[in-house]
């Protein structure tokens, strides 16, 4: 298995308050990715970062945003958590696309009551 | 938009080869075709990818059209462990996975 580890695994928390969600790898993979699940969905990229200090946004940013100071490591936070952010989050590692493949985490289930 | 086209579910008995297709009309040259597959409660799992060549490896085989403009994913021997949510992605220069909503593949005893 990959070297990819997501904390925590589960969380509750109240709307409005801030949440971080932390993605650490052990590959040296140059990029990493945050997406969302919803029941009966497929994944929906949130953000993504190709290197150190450099991230993109994907297809559903709003209130959210990430961090990646170190290469093994890629952070996300939820500003100010909403219900609507109540979901699954999986990180993912691979080197640069598009002839590579990703690998992923075993995901973080996210409560905001 | 995910620029693929899957069927929502199939099924098939255990032991028996699986094909789940995949059409992606509008696939450009540089555009590589990427098969995922996502157990229940865990994360994606890569399966294989291909360009123009049918591609075979431990898990599966990839039959890519000589158009591209479709794909089959071949499960020789079905198994229960099989049964999960395979996901078609097309995967561009520069270009991040986007994800449909899959074929659910039920594996019947």
């Known amino acids: 298995d990959a070297g990819i580890t997501q904390s925590p695994r589960h969380k509750v928390t109240e709307t409005g308050t801030p949440v971080t969600l932390r993605c650490h790898q052990t590959e040296n993979h140059r990029y990493m990715y945050w997406y969302r699940q919803d029941p009966g969905h497929g994944l929906r990229l949130i953000h993504y970062s190709y290197g150190v200090k450099d991230t993109d946004k994907g297809e559903v940013s709003d209130g959210y945003s990430v961090s990646r100071s170190k290469t093994e490591d890629f952070l996300l936070t939820l500003e100010s958590a909403t219900s609507s952010q109540t979901s699954v989050y999986f990180c993912?590692?691979?080197?640069?696309?598009?002839?590579?493949?990703?690998?992923f985490g075993q995901g973080t289930r996210l409560t905001v009551v | 938009d995910a620029k693929t086209t899957q069927p929502n579910s199939m099924e098939s008995n255990e032991e028996e080869p699986v094909h789940l297709p995949c059409n992606h009309s509008?696939?450009?040259?540089?555009?590589?075709i990427h098969w995922y597959r996502q157990l229940p409660s865990q994360g994606p799992e890569y399966v294989i990818h291909?360009?123009?060549?049918?591609v075979n490896n431990r898990m599966a085989s990839l039959a890519i059209a000589e158009d591209r403009k479709s794909s089959t994913l071949i499960l020789h021997r079905a198994t229960l462990r099989d049964a999960a949510v395979y996901y078609c992605?097309?995967?561009?220069?520069?270009?991040?996975?986007?994800w449909g909503a899959g074929t659910k593949l039920i594996i019947k005893p």
């Open positions: 291909g360009l123009t060549s049918n």
């Open positions: 992605i097309l995967r561009g220069l520069g270009e991040q996975l986007i």
């Open positions: 509008t696939i450009s040259g540089t555009d590589y």
């Open positions: 993912a590692i691979s080197s640069p696309p598009p002839n590579t493949e990703a690998f």
